[in-house]
C-alpha cells in the first residue's frame, strides 16, 4: 500500500518537472516475470521507467551503485521502489543469480542492457546482462525507449516512454553453453526494437 502511495506522489511531483507521456503500456505482463530493458540517457532513468509502468507488483531494478551517491532523498526512494545496487566490474554474479530466481518466480526486471549512460542519445554497446537473465529465467524481454524532447534529461523538457511488443522468451534462449553467436543475435533484436520505438515516437 505504502509502495503504491509513494509512486504516486513521485508521479505528481515529476510531471511538475517534466511533461511525460507513456506508449505502449499494455505490452506489460500482469500475470508473469518478465526482463523489462530501456535504453539508458540520464541518472533517473529509472524512475522514469517505474512511473511509466506505475501499476503492479513493485519491480526488482538493477542499477549502478554510483546513483545511489547523487543524494539521500534519492537513495530512499530507489531502494524503495526495489533498486538493487550492482557493483560493476567486480563479478557480482551473486546478484544476478538472485535476479534470475525473482523472475522466474514472477517478478518483473528492470535493468539497463547498455550497463551506463549513453553521452550521444543514441544507444551504445549492449552488453549481456539482462539476455542471460531472460535466457536463464526463460522470461519475455520488454523493449523500452526512453526519448527526451531535448536530447538529454532537462528540468521542464518533454518526456516519452516507450513500452514495445515483447520479444519471446523462446527467441532469447542462448543454450546451455551460452552460445556468442546467438548472444550477438538477440542484442539485435533489441537495438531494432529501440529503433522501431524511437522511429514511432520521437519528437
Not at 532513468?45 to 513493485?58: E, N, S
Request: glycine letters at 8%; hydrophobic letters at 45%; aromatic letters at 12%.
Amino acid at each position: 500500500m505504502l509502495y503504491a502511495v509513494i509512486v504516486a506522489a513521485a508521479w505528481v511531483i515529476w510531471h511538475l518537472g517534466f511533461r511525460i507521456r507513456v506508449c505502449g503500456r499494455e505490452y506489460l505482463p500482469k500475470d508473469k516475470g518478465f526482463v523489462l530493458a530501456p535504453n539508458h540517457i540520464s541518472a533517473i532513468d529509472p524512475v522514469f521507467v517505474v512511473l511509466a509502468r506505475f501499476w503492479g507488483r513493485r519491480m526488482l531494478v538493477l542499477g549502478k551503485e554510483e546513483i545511489f551517491q547523487i543524494n539521500g532523498f534519492f537513495t530512499w526512494f530507489l531502494k524503495y521502489v526495489g533498486v538493487v545496487a550492482v557493483h560493476r566490474g567486480k563479478g557480482d554474479t551473486q546478484v544476478i543469480d538472485e535476479a534470475i530466481q525473482e523472475v522466474k518466480n514472477g517478478r518483473g526486471m528492470l535493468i539497463f542492457p547498455e550497463g551506463t549512460r549513453s553521452h550521444t542519445g543514441e544507444p551504445g554497446k549492449v552488453k549481456s546482462g539482462a539476455f542471460v537473465v531472460a535466457s536463464a529465467a526463460n522470461a519475455d524481454m520488454i523493449p523500452c525507449r526512453i526519448i527526451y524532447s531535448t536530447g538529454h534529461m532537462r528540468l521542464f523538457c518533454r518526456v516519452r516512454v516507450c513500452f514495445g511488443p515483447p520479444i519471446p522468451a523462446e527467441q532469447l534462449y542462448l543454450g546451455e553453453h551460452r552460445s556468442a553467436a546467438r548472444l550477438r543475435e538477440c542484442k539485435q533484436m533489441l537495438l531494432d526494437a529501440w529503433q522501431q520505438l524511437y522511429d514511432q515516437h520521437h519528437f
